[in-house]
C-alpha cells in the first residue's frame, strides 16, 4: 500500500510570504502530525489533527496552522515567513491519534522549505 | 516543557552491541519511543516502551525505566546499515486523568557503524 506522501517536496520562499504543505497520509490512517525539522532544534512536534479536529499541538506560535479534510489529507499553512523557518517539514500518519497507546506513526519524505 | 538527553554521537564495530542511552524530564510521561533515521530520510518507528522492562524486536532491544527518566536501545550484532542517528521521544500527558499529549524528540545520537 501506497506511503505517506508530501508535496511539494522542495520550495523557495521569501520573507514576509506564506506558505501552504500538503500531506496525504496512508490509507485508512485518520491521525496526521506535522513536525518540523532543523540541524539546530531537532525534531519538533507542530500539531496532530485526527477526523478533522485538532487533538494535540506543540510550541509553535499563531503564524503555524493547519487543517485536516473529510479524506484524512493535511495541509499546513505558515504565514508571514521568517528566514527561521527554514526547515525540512515531515508529516506522519498513524491509525489511531497520537496519544493513544502505541501509536506507531509512518513518516513522509518531507518538504524541505527555504526561506529567503 | 520537557528535557531529553542522548549522545550526540557512537561509533562502533560491525557485529558487535552498542547501547544508545537516553534520559528525560517530563511533567508527565505517557510513553517512550526510538526512532532510526538514515541521513536524507524521514524517520522510522523502532519500538516503544510504557510500562518499565525490556521490550525485545529482533537485534533491537528497548528499555525503559520510569521512576529513573531513563531508556536505553540496545542493537546487537550491529551492521554497516545500521549506521544512522538514533532518536529518543517521550510522549507526556498533559492533564492529569487524560491521554491527551504532546511527543517530544532528543536531538539523536549519530552512530556510525565502522568494518
Known amino acids: 500500500k501506497a506511503g505517506v506522501t508530501q508535496t511539494p517536496r522542495y520550495l523557495i520562499k521569501t520573507r514576509g510570504q506564506q506558505v501552504t504543505l500538503s500531506c496525504s497520509p496512508i490509507?485508512?490512517?485518520?491521525?496526521v502530525s506535522w513536525y518540523q525539522q532543523t540541524p539546530g532544534q531537532g525534531l519538533q512536534f507542530l500539531f496532530e489533527?485526527?477526523?478533522?479536529?485538532?487533538?494535540n499541538k506543540g510550541n509553535f506560535p499563531g503564524r503555524f496552522s493547519g487543517r485536516q479534510f473529510s479524506n484524512s489529507r493535511s495541509e499546513m499553512n505558515v504565514s508571514t515567513l521568517e528566514l527561521g523557518d527554514s526547515a525540512l517539514y515531515l508529516c506522519?500518519?498513524?491509525?489511531?491519534?497520537?496519544?493513544?497507546?502505541?501509536?506507531?506513526?509512518?513518516f513522509g519524505p518531507g518538504t524541505r522549505l527555504t526561506v529567503t | 516543557g520537557q528535557n531529553i538527553d542522548q549522545p550526540t554521537e557512537m561509533t562502533a564495530t560491525e557485529g558487535a552491541i552498542v547501547q544508545i542511552n537516553c534520559t528525560y524530564q517530563t511533567s508527565g510521561f505517557n510513553g517512550l519511543f526510538w526512532y532510526q533515521q538514515h541521513a536524507g530520510e524521514a524517520p522510522t518507528f523502532l519500538s516503544y516502551?510504557?510500562?518499565?522492562g525490556l521490550e525485545e524486536k529482533g537485534r533491537f532491544s528497548s528499555f525503559l525505566s520510569r521512576s529513573k527518566g531513563y531508556s536505553y536501545l540496545l542493537l546487537k550484532e550491529l551492521q554497516m546499515k545500521d549506521s544512522a542517528s538514533y532518536l529518543c521521544a517521550v510522549r507526556d500527558r498533559l492533564l492529569r486523568g487524560s491521554t491527551l499529549g504532546r511527543l517530544y524528540f532528543g536531538r539523536g545520537t549519530q552512530l556510525t557503524v565502522w568494518p
Open positions: 506522519a500518519s498513524s491509525l489511531v491519534p497520537l496519544d493513544r497507546g502505541e501509536y506507531e506513526q509512518y
Open positions: 490509507s485508512g490512517h485518520r491521525s
Open positions: 489533527y485526527f477526523s478533522e479536529t485538532q487533538r
Open positions: 516502551n510504557v510500562l518499565d
